[in-house]
């Protein structure tokens, strides 16, 4: 139990210090490079295109569903951020979506 203790509260300090370091280094007087910003730009899309990546990587179009479970999903995530712009509503529903599929259908 006082590991487990000891674990939380040492990642919790490391993770407060990480998110304090950027208003350190850059908060006050100072401008954000130019740089710092671009990657304030782009990086939240690459991020999120590598995770659809990771995900989609195992499907085997070779054998029985033939992927149509993450690729039915990913239309789902695709039609509810189009239809509401929501990304919560996005992930959640296509995870909904996904599950009930694999679970109940395939």
Do not use: D
Not at 11 to 35: C, D, H, N, W
Not at 43 to 69: D, H, K
Request: hydrophobic fraction near 60%; charge should be positive; aromatic fraction near 12%.
């Amino acid at each position: 139990m006082t590991h487990a203790v000891l674990v939380i509260a040492v990642t919790a300090l490391v993770t407060l210090v990480l998110r304090f370091i950027p208003f350190l280094a850059f908060g006050g007087k100072r401008e954000t490079p130019a740089y710092i910003s671009y990657l304030g730009r782009l990086l939240p899309y690459a991020v999120m295109a590598m995770l659809v990546v990771y995900c989609l990587r195992n499907i085997s179009f070779a054998v029985a569903p033939f992927g149509a479970p993450e690729l039915i999903s990913c239309a789902v995530v695709a039609l509810l951020h189009v239809w509401r712009r929501s990304s919560i509503l996005s992930i959640l529903g296509g995870t909904v979506c996904y599950m009930l599929l694999v679970q109940l259908v395939f």
